[in-house]
């Protein structure tokens, strides 16, 4: 076992009773990808009561589970002097507002200009923690709110709200059609079957639940108020994919385009030039690490979804 590491605890849900240990872990450890938990598994750096886990051993809830995560420089990246919009920023957490746009950590073929270059130049103490601190993530052209630990402890804390759904993310999304009312969509996520890029609602992914209600209504549009229960890659996208509401701009799950009735030629140049899935993290609540206390932060829509917003009143007055 290492001896200089970072150690996480959890007690394992009684309800996550007869699932494999690996599969329980990936949702609780929501800032390690299945590929870490994996590693850290070979290289018994996770413990169930004391003894060396393996990735199929069966959970029977209420075992304390440790993993030790030896400390590294997040991936080798590098810090970069990038201006970023802070919203919050105290001893223990940042609050960021992400423009679209802007890539969340670096990946292949992407090594600089993301937000955690930022964060590791903003902040050089995060170089010792994973993924910079950084404990959820944005899609790259889905801009808004990011909460970033600056501790370890901070980082465990935030962590375990995400697990325990006691953080609260709420999104605003510009959507096809003309919606009646609010509701709920609860379908598992997991990959495309032919397309790896994609992920999709199949019947042996992982449980997702969106709910949403809304905000405003348009003849052939509605701006849509929508809270994550969970947190699965793309899962907004997906889902009002999946109930034939897809967001405008989508250009992976966004189908046809729809073009609002009646536009003159500055307002359909305007409509046509918008690229990106038109997707807003608006606020973000969560407990203070430090303080215990409740804590709320929000960001206006930014400007080019304000623009769809304001050409779509227009027409329908």
Same mark, same amino acid.
């Given at each position: ?18 699932? !494999? ?14 590929? $870490? ?20 051993? !069966?959970?029977?809830? #209420? ?10 420089? %997040? ?8 201006? /970023? ?13 992400? %423009? ?13 200009? *993301?937000?955690?270059? &930022? ?12 993924? &910079? ?10 801009? #808004? ?5 600056? @501790? ?16 609260? $993310?709420?999104? /605003? ?6 919606? *009646? ?8 996520? #997991?990959?495309? %079957? ?35 229960? @969970? ?5 907004? $996208? ?30 359909? *140049? ?5 690229? $990106? ?25 930014? &400007? ?14």
């Amino acid at each position: 076992m290492s001896t200089d590491t970072t150690e996480i605890t959890w007690v394992l849900p009684e309800e996550r009773a007869g699932e !494999r240990l690996d599969v329980v872990l990936a949702q609780l450890a929501t800032e390690l990808s299945r590929s $870490r938990i994996q590693e850290l598994l070979g290289a018994e750096e996770i413990v169930v009561d004391g003894h060396a886990a393996r990735p199929s051993q !069966r959970v029977q809830g #209420g075992e304390t589970v440790q993993v030790r995560l030896p400390p590294r420089e %997040p991936e080798h990246w590098r810090a970069e002097k990038i201006p /970023l919009h802070i919203v919050h920023e105290d001893e223990e957490i940042l609050v960021i507002d992400k %423009p679209a746009g802007m890539l969340t950590h670096p990946g292949a073929g992407h090594p600089s200009g *993301t937000l955690a270059n &930022a964060v590791l130049a903003h902040c050089p103490g995060s170089k010792h923690l994973p993924r &910079a601190g950084i404990v959820h993530r944005l899609d790259k052209d889905t801009s #808004g709110l990011l909460v970033v630990a600056k @501790t370890e402890h901070a980082r465990q804390d935030l962590t375990e709200q995400l697990a325990e759904r006691s953080m609260h $993310r709420e999104y /605003l999304a510009l959507v096809l059609g003309a919606m *009646t009312g609010g509701g709920r969509v609860e379908a598992p996520i #997991g990959r495309h %079957p032919q397309d790896r890029l994609r992920m999709t609602v199949r019947d042996d992914g992982r449980p997702a639940r969106t709910d949403y209600r809304l905000a405003e209504r348009f003849p052939r549009h509605t701006l849509l108020r929508l809270r994550l229960a @969970t947190g699965r890659t793309h899962q907004i $996208r997906v889902h009002m994919r999946h109930i034939g509401h897809p967001l405008v701009g989508d250009p992976v799950y966004g189908g046809r385009a729809v073009i609002p009735a009646g536009l003159d030629p500055e307002g359909m *140049t305007l409509w046509r030039s918008f690229q $990106r899935q038109a997707l807003h993290a608006w606020r973000l609540e969560l407990e203070h690490p430090g303080s215990g206390e409740p804590c709320a932060f929000e960001s206006p829509l930014p &400007a080019d979804m304000e623009a769809l917003l304001a050409l779509l009143r227009r027409r329908a007055s």
